[in-house]
């Protein structure tokens, strides 16, 4: 009788551990602003869900009522990591608004972060471009980093307003890519690996293959461009494949970017030159 109780104590405290190593990562604020850059911006804080607030920057392009481009860094940044984006977006004539996703950065702390609260977070700040920004037109587009990327695809699955999106290393399957991980690890899936994920789910209180982007892309009214480097380590090619697969046809298209890595897409030379032509159709600017 002792054993019977002290066994599922013990695995029950295992898996906590595991959990809480699962989404442990730094959360540093950000080092540098856009004044860097001699970009004029405004500080910014909008709610989000469970009565959280996030911290962004708002960039205008002027006066007059203008597209808006939404900027997603992945897990574990922050908004500093979007500079570079900005610099090189400013001069499109759209409004820029990026922000710091939940448990990031500046933006207030949550438990158990993941691609459905990103995605909530998402819509949240289409809600306050619509509601608090008179100088922002119809039309938004989202410029996704990894697991921005991907929250960006189930966000706008479940939000029309959202036109157009930029994937840059997305996942299609969250479990794809964290059974690809323990693997690396040399963890095996079963049971280990399949033990954890089924009680993440449980403890978190989602399922993975509901918000997965793969099962959520076809819904998406969204101009899609998937950017996915042919070497990416962290989240295989074959999902920007399956996500391309899945998406509505004529709606989504994938750039394989020879030679390029996970966080590494950016330095390729027909980057800017790609994003800034989706952009400029797709928000019709």
């Known amino acids: 009788m002792f054993w019977l109780i002290i066994i599922p104590a013990v695995l029950l405290i295992l898996l906590e551990i595991t959990i809480s190593l699962l989404y442990r990562y730094p959360i540093r604020p950000h080092e540098a602003t856009p004044a860097a850059e001699n970009i004029a911006f ?15 920057w708002w960039i205008a392009a002027c006066d007059e009522p203008r597209p808006t481009i939404i900027l997603m860094h992945g897990w574990g940044q922050n908004i500093g990591k979007m500079l570079p984006a900005i610099n090189k977006l400013a001069g499109l004539g759209a409004n820029i608004l990026a922000f710091d996703l939940r448990n990031h950065g ?3 702390a949550d438990t158990h972060p993941n691609l459905l609260k ?23 587009a989202v410029l996704g980093f990894s697991v921005g ?22 996942m299609a399957r969250p479990i794809d890519v964290m059974r690809y991980e323990m693997g690396k690890r040399h963890i095996p899936y079963i049971p ?11 403890r978190i209180g989602i399922d993975f293959d509901e918000i997965a982007p793969v099962n959520n892309i076809a819904r998406s ?9 042919d070497q990416d380590k962290v989240v295989p090619v074959s999902q920007a494949h399956r996500l391309l ?9 994938l750039w394989i970017v020879e030679g390029k890595g996970h ?14 032509k989706f952009l400029r159709t797709t928000l019709e600017l």
């Open 263 to 276: 966080n590494d897409c950016t330095y390729h030379p027909e980057f800017q030159d790609r994003v800034e």
């Open 221 to 229: 009214r969204a101009e899609i461009l998937l950017i996915h480097g």
């Open 118 to 140: 990103f995605s909530e977070d998402l819509r949240a700040a289409v809600d306050y471009i619509t509601t608090s920004r008179p100088e922002a037109g119809d039309k938004i």
């Open 192 to 202: 280990i690996g399949w033990l954890i994920l089924r009680y993440a789910e449980l």
């Open 106 to 108: 500046s933006s207030e």
């Open 42 to 56: 405004e500080e910014i804080r909008f709610p989000t869900r469970k009565g959280k607030t996030l911290y962004g």
């Open 149 to 170: 990327g991907g929250a960006a695809i189930h966000a706008s699955a479940h939000d029309a307003r959202i036109s157009s999106v930029v994937t840059v290393g997305a």
């Open 245 to 253: 697969e899945a998406g509505q046809p004529g709606k989504v298209q």
